[in-house]
């Protein structure tokens, strides 16, 4: 017998913290042995984020086409206010509200927070491990072989650095796809990653004889954080699987699976899904199926290149990801990269998708479209939440001056992230962490992965 999973045909939309619960590669006999709850998370309580005002970036990269030209809706020499949370403004010479802050942006690039599809933090404790292996390889003598034997501190240990690693590379929303752990580990995970102060989906996978954790996980992690006496609001349900990222996982039959648990429409999220056939695809395309795309992950495990241009013409809505371990870093500049230049090798065509403004709209509007998110994230559109980053040009890397939107892809990397900000609030200001201590963190890893060795 096959267990379904209800889902409604529009989730709602995550707030800054949310649960969801993720399915592994899923073969038929299986069925949808685990669900995937979407819990939107209300604003903290903890007191609305100062006015901020960026005043005179050289480029804003808005991705609202009726803000700016061109589709990314490009402003030059332009200001970005922030307040209570929000985008309150994007234009030229716009006023500074009595006591904000105003920031001096002059000769840098403003464009939304980049969105991370698809992440595993924990494995930042096996970065560079496991490097000869392809993914059935890696998943045995790495991933396997490492998760049982981190302790519920050393977990927090292992997120925060990895949460902190992305927030300082400018991704400010992440899905985090969870292997299945036990209750004390889910919450010292989650309060390493509400602690970076990222917009986080914490996509929780289980076995069967688990599913009383995701209520539990819920109740007694999340509702918490709700403002007081916020009223709960209805679940909304999404569903995060790995799909045909290995060319053996065809035996598994994935998608007449997913069809079979009624799992198939807007509320799924693939992660990889590069050997769909072209039958596949139609029907992916048809049920509106999200995807996110990794290909560093895909590059470094030998898994293979997704057909993302025969998926773009069917109208796919897909984003990118890094995909923890065996991204082993957090640098969207570089994925974005990959992206561009995988599939113009396959295709040995320079026009193909994704061009450099696509595979831009894809690390931001792209990803929030595929979350159900983009009416909060994803755009610098006024009223939107206000997660935005700021970039520095003035680099050896980056400097100087020819085809902006080309160097952010091409030359950019995460030093170039100058300022980074959640909800209007600081994260990284002039390349620093807000109360953020690198070395402690970094200290703290060390010391966590030795225990780890250790018990090998």
Not at 284 to 296: G, I, K, Q, S, T
Not at 303 to 312: A, D, F, M, T, V
Not at 334 to 341: D, N, Q, W
Not at 401 to 420: A, T, Y
Request: proline fraction near 6%; glycine fraction near 10%.
């Amino acid at each position: 017998m096959t267990p379904t999973t209800s889902s409604p045909a529009t989730p709602l939309p995550p707030r800054r913290r949310t649960v969801l619960v993720g399915i592994g590669a899923v073969p038929l006999a299986a069925g949808a042995a685990t669900a995937t709850t979407a819990a939107p998370r209300p604003e903290p309580r903890d007191g609305h984020a100062p006015a901020t005002l960026l005043r005179g970036a050289e480029l804003v990269l808005t991705m609202d086409p009726a803000l700016g030209t061109g589709d990314l809706g490009t402003l030059e020499r332009a200001d970005v206010l922030m307040r209570d949370g929000r985008i309150a403004g994007v234009g030229r010479r716009l006023p500074a509200p009595a006591g904000a802050r105003v920031v001096d942006v002059s000769g840098m690039l403003v464009l939304p927070g980049f969105v991370d599809l698809h992440n595993h933090l924990w494995q930042s404790s096996i970065r560079g491990g496991c490097h000869t292996q392809d993914l059935y390889g890696w998943l045995a003598d790495c991933n396997r072989a490492t998760l049982p034997k981190i302790s519920p501190e050393d977990m927090y240990r292992f997120v925060r650095l990895a949460a902190l690693d992305a927030l300082q590379a400018g991704v400010t929303t992440l899905v985090d796809w969870v292997h299945p752990i036990g209750y004390d580990t889910s919450e010292r995970y989650i309060r390493a990653l509400d602690r970076t102060g990222l917009r986080f989906v914490y996509a929780m996978a289980h076995n069967t004889a688990d599913l009383d954790l995701v209520p539990r996980m819920k109740k007694n992690l999340l509702d918490p954080l709700r403002r007081s006496r916020e009223v709960a609001r209805d679940l909304g349900l999404m569903i995060n699987s790995h799909v045909l990222e290995h060319r053996g996982d065809r035996a598994q039959e994935p998608i007449r699976s997913l069809r079979t648990a009624d799992a198939f429409g807007p509320d799924l999220l693939m992660n990889h899904a590069i050997h769909l056939t072209d039958d596949e695809i139609a029907q992916v395309a048809e049920a509106d199926v999200r995807v996110a795309h990794c290909p560093l992950s895909n590059m470094r495990l030998g898994s293979g290149i997704i057909r993302l241009s025969e998926l773009k013409r069917r109208g796919v809505r897909a984003g990118l990801g890094h995909d923890g371990g065996t991204n082993d870093t957090s640098d969207m500049f570089g994925v974005m990269k990959a992206a561009v230049g995988l599939q113009r090798a396959l295709h040995q065509d320079a026009d193909v998708h994704p061009t450099i403004p696509a595979v831009l709209r894809m690390a931001t509007l792209g990803g929030a479209e595929c979350l159900h998110m983009a009416d909060r994230v994803g755009s610098l559109t006024p009223g939107k939440r206000a997660d935005v980053l700021v970039l520095d040009p003035g680099t050896l890397n980056f400097a100087p001056r020819f085809d902006w939107l080309g160097q952010i892809v091409l030359n950019g990397q995460p030093g170039n992230v100058s300022h980074v900000y959640v909800d209007g609030r600081a994260r990284k200001v002039r390349g620093k962490l807000v109360d953020v201590d690198p070395a402690e963190v970094v200290r703290e890893a060390e010391r966590a992965a030795a225990r780890v060795r250790a018990a090998s």
